[in-house]
Nanobody, 121 residues
Framework: QVQLVESGGGLVQAGGSLELSCTAS????????VAWYRQAPGKQRELVAD???????HYSDSVKGRFAISRDEPNNQVFLQMNILEPEDTAVYYC???????????????WGQGTQVTVSS
């Protein structure tokens, strides 16, 4: 069973930066996409940023221009660089890897356990 482990969360003042890391316990094959989601208290989990297998990135409007997703394939890692943080960015951040099921059109999602990011005003 593959595990995704996030790190890098913490407490930061508004305007500051953090970099989140997500490391897979082993190499995954047939990756369709990697992504970061977040969930604030009382809110639904929302997509923050994703990257396709081909390297195309997509960001939510709320983080566009401030956050950047990147990937280190040889080391099975995904990163989220977060700059100019705002109190509204406070949430638990989860990494996600979507893997295609060979021989089908189906896919399977792997999730990390989440890392807390708190931005103080």
């Amino acid at each position: 069973q593959v595990q995704l482990v996030e790190s890098g969360g913490g407490l930061v003042q508004a305007g500051g930066s953090l970099e989140l890391s997500c490391t897979a316990s082993r190499r995954l094959f047939n990756i369709k996409s990697v992504a970061w989601y977040r969930q604030a208290p009382g809110k639904q989990r929302e997509l923050v940023a994703d990257m396709s297998a081909g390297g195309m990135t997509h960001y939510s409007d709320s983080v566009k221009g401030r956050f950047a997703i990147s990937r280190d394939e040889p080391n099975n890692q995904v990163f989220l660089q977060m700059n100019i943080l705002e109190p509204e960015d406070t949430a638990v951040y989860y990494c996600n890897t979507k893997v295609g099921v060979l021989g089908t059109w189906d896919s399977y999602d792997y999730w990390g356990q989440g890392t807390q990011v708190t931005v103080s005003s």
